[in-house]
Protein backbone atom coordinates (compact mmCIF):
# COMPACT_ATOMS: atom_id res chain seq x y z
CA UNK A 1 0.00 0.00 0.00
CA UNK A 2 1.59 3.57 -1.19
CA UNK A 3 0.73 6.79 1.09
CA UNK A 4 -1.52 8.73 -0.85
CA UNK A 5 1.66 11.61 -1.42
CA UNK A 6 3.21 9.23 -2.99
CA UNK A 7 3.81 10.16 -6.46
CA UNK A 8 1.75 7.52 -9.30
CA UNK A 9 4.88 6.44 -10.99
CA UNK A 10 7.12 5.44 -8.03
CA UNK A 11 9.76 8.34 -8.39
CA UNK A 12 11.05 10.31 -5.73
CA UNK A 13 11.43 13.82 -5.12
CA UNK A 14 14.20 16.51 -4.14
CA UNK A 15 12.54 17.73 -0.44
CA UNK A 16 13.18 20.65 1.92
CA UNK A 17 13.72 18.62 4.70
CA UNK A 18 17.06 18.12 6.43
CA UNK A 19 18.58 14.77 6.50
CA UNK A 20 17.77 13.16 9.90
CA UNK A 21 21.74 12.95 10.24
CA UNK A 22 24.09 15.50 9.59
CA UNK A 23 26.60 14.19 6.77
CA UNK A 24 29.58 15.94 9.07
CA UNK A 25 28.88 14.19 11.89
CA UNK A 26 28.73 9.91 12.66
CA UNK A 27 28.18 8.04 15.97
CA UNK A 28 29.66 6.72 18.35
CA UNK A 29 29.34 3.18 18.72
CA UNK A 30 31.74 1.42 20.49
CA UNK A 31 32.26 1.08 24.87
CA UNK A 32 35.68 2.17 24.16
CA UNK A 33 35.22 5.45 22.62
CA UNK A 34 32.60 6.46 25.55
CA UNK A 35 35.18 4.99 27.96
CA UNK A 36 38.12 7.35 26.17
CA UNK A 37 35.82 10.35 26.02
CA UNK A 38 34.54 10.03 30.02
CA UNK A 39 38.71 10.32 30.90
CA UNK A 40 39.26 13.59 28.68
CA UNK A 41 37.55 17.37 28.76
CA UNK A 42 34.08 17.84 30.35
CA UNK A 43 32.02 20.90 30.66
CA UNK A 44 28.72 20.72 32.34
CA UNK A 45 25.42 23.18 31.86
CA UNK A 46 22.09 23.01 33.24
CA UNK A 47 20.51 21.32 30.42
CA UNK A 48 23.57 18.51 30.06
CA UNK A 49 26.78 17.48 30.16
CA UNK A 50 29.04 17.14 27.59
CA UNK A 51 32.60 15.51 26.86
CA UNK A 52 35.16 16.16 24.31
CA UNK A 53 38.48 14.52 23.49
CA UNK A 54 40.79 15.00 20.32
CA UNK A 55 41.35 12.07 18.97
CA UNK A 56 44.73 10.87 17.58
CA UNK A 57 45.89 11.31 14.18
CA UNK A 58 44.79 8.68 12.27
CA UNK A 59 42.22 7.30 14.31
CA UNK A 60 38.96 8.33 12.68
CA UNK A 61 37.65 11.32 9.87
CA UNK A 62 35.11 13.84 11.08
CA UNK A 63 32.96 14.67 14.05
CA UNK A 64 31.82 11.92 16.21
CA UNK A 65 29.20 12.21 18.74
CA UNK A 66 27.75 10.17 21.12
CA UNK A 67 24.54 10.22 23.73
CA UNK A 68 23.96 8.50 26.81
CA UNK A 69 21.03 9.41 29.78
CA UNK A 70 21.16 7.27 32.61
CA UNK A 71 18.06 6.55 34.83
CA UNK A 72 18.35 8.91 37.04
CA UNK A 73 16.50 10.64 33.92
CA UNK A 74 13.81 8.53 34.24
CA UNK A 75 11.83 5.82 32.57
CA UNK A 76 12.57 4.95 29.33
CA UNK A 77 10.27 7.51 27.57
CA UNK A 78 11.93 9.80 29.33
CA UNK A 79 15.16 9.03 28.70
CA UNK A 80 14.46 8.58 24.85
CA UNK A 81 12.76 12.12 24.48
CA UNK A 82 16.18 13.58 26.04
CA UNK A 83 18.35 11.67 23.71
CA UNK A 84 15.76 12.97 21.00
CA UNK A 85 16.34 16.37 21.94
CA UNK A 86 20.27 15.97 22.04
CA UNK A 87 20.27 14.61 18.86
CA UNK A 88 18.92 17.21 17.33
CA UNK A 89 20.50 19.79 18.86
CA UNK A 90 24.22 18.34 18.11
CA UNK A 91 22.37 18.10 14.37
CA UNK A 92 21.85 21.65 14.60
CA UNK A 93 24.84 22.81 16.22
CA UNK A 94 28.10 20.67 15.85
CA UNK A 95 28.59 21.46 12.18
CA UNK A 96 29.52 24.86 13.07
CA UNK A 97 30.78 24.46 16.63
CA UNK A 98 32.32 21.21 16.83
CA UNK A 99 35.84 20.34 15.09
CA UNK A 100 37.33 17.93 12.98
CA UNK A 101 38.73 15.29 15.01
CA UNK A 102 36.71 15.32 18.25
CA UNK A 103 34.75 13.22 20.12
CA UNK A 104 31.87 14.65 21.71
CA UNK A 105 29.71 13.00 24.16
CA UNK A 106 26.36 14.39 25.34
CA UNK A 107 24.85 13.35 28.91
CA UNK A 108 21.21 13.80 30.08
CA UNK A 109 20.47 15.49 33.15
CA UNK A 110 17.41 14.50 35.58
CA UNK A 111 14.53 16.78 34.79
CA UNK A 112 16.71 19.53 33.02
CA UNK A 113 17.27 18.49 29.48
CA UNK A 114 13.50 17.13 28.82
CA UNK A 115 12.01 20.14 29.76
CA UNK A 116 14.77 22.69 29.02
CA UNK A 117 13.69 25.53 25.98
CA UNK A 118 15.47 24.30 22.82
CA UNK A 119 16.99 27.32 22.21
CA UNK A 120 18.36 27.54 25.97
CA UNK A 121 19.79 23.92 24.88
CA UNK A 122 21.53 25.12 21.85
CA UNK A 123 23.26 27.82 23.77
CA UNK A 124 24.18 25.40 26.37
CA UNK A 125 25.73 23.26 23.59
CA UNK A 126 27.82 26.04 22.18
CA UNK A 127 28.80 27.09 25.62
CA UNK A 128 30.03 24.26 26.65
CA UNK A 129 32.15 23.66 23.53
CA UNK A 130 33.94 27.09 23.98
CA UNK A 131 34.91 25.77 27.02
CA UNK A 132 36.21 22.32 25.70
CA UNK A 133 37.59 23.95 23.00
CA UNK A 134 39.32 26.61 25.14
CA UNK A 135 41.92 24.88 26.80
CA UNK A 136 43.52 23.73 23.16
Not at 1 to 26: K, L, R, Y
Not at 101 to 127: C, H, M, N, S
Amino acid sequence: MTPPEAPEDGTATEGNAPPAVSVCVTGLKHRSDFLRAAKARRQGTKGMMVQGRKRAPGEADGIRVGFTCSKKVGNAVARNRAKRRMREVARLVLPDAGRDGWDYVLIGRAEATAARPFDKLQDDLRFALSKIHEAT
